[in-house]
């Protein structure tokens, strides 16, 4: 893997094939490591959301699911962009496939480590609006806030909630979670 990464540019398919377990992601072709096994926190976060959002999708068409899985969001073209957002939901059945999807979910949920804020709320929010994710959502475990950015007219529409509210899911009409579980501890 380390001969590998002396390069610059890297494809789905140099993804692939790397041994060992650490986890990346692929942001147009340049590789980022992904952080060691998230905090307890960050885990019962992920396992909250999650679960609300199940509940929520039982006997509907949409699907959530939960890292580790690839999202390749330019499939279709260079396919050098492969991220594996905390929680996905996806509404479009037909692009769920192998280990994950190829194109675009309708909402992704990044939850924040020490490691990864300057990339999820700078570099991801920017490449999931430019991908057309239609719902992004920040979860910030220390500040105990969501903010949700939501798609219009190509651009993010943001909104912040406090661990004492409850949050819309904007693509899916009805799904109201609540932070006050989410935060628990």
Not at 29 to 57: D, N, T
Not at 157 to 168: G, L, M
Request: with cysteine; proline share 5%.
């Amino acid at each position: 893997m380390e001969a590998a990464l002396k390069r610059e540019y890297y494809t789905y398919a140099d993804y692939c094939v790397w041994a060992g377990p650490e986890r990346w992601e692929l942001i147009d072709g340049e590789a980022y490591a992904m952080s060691p096994a998230p905090s307890w926190k960050h885990q019962g976060i992920a396992g909250e959301l999650f679960g609300q959002l199940r509940e929520f999708l039982k006997g509907k068409p949409c699907k959530v699911f939960s890292a580790p899985f690839d999202v390749r969001l330019n499939a279709d073209t260079a396919d050098d962009t492969v991220v594996q957002p905390d929680i996905v939901v996806i509404c479009d059945r037909s692009i769920i496939g192998g280990t994950g999807c190829a194109g675009a979910p309708d909402m992704v949920v990044e939850i924040l480590s020490p490691s990864t804020v300057a990339r999820d709320r700078i570099h991801k929010l920017k490449l999931y609006q430019d991908y057309s994710v239609r719902e992004y959502w920040i979860v910030d475990p220390e500040s105990k806030t969501v903010s949700t950015h939501i798609l219009d007219d190509g651009r993010y529409c943001s909104t912040e909630y406090a661990e004492t509210e409850t949050a819309p899911v904007h693509v899916l009409e009805g799904c109201i979670i609540n932070l006050a579980e989410v935060f628990e501890d």
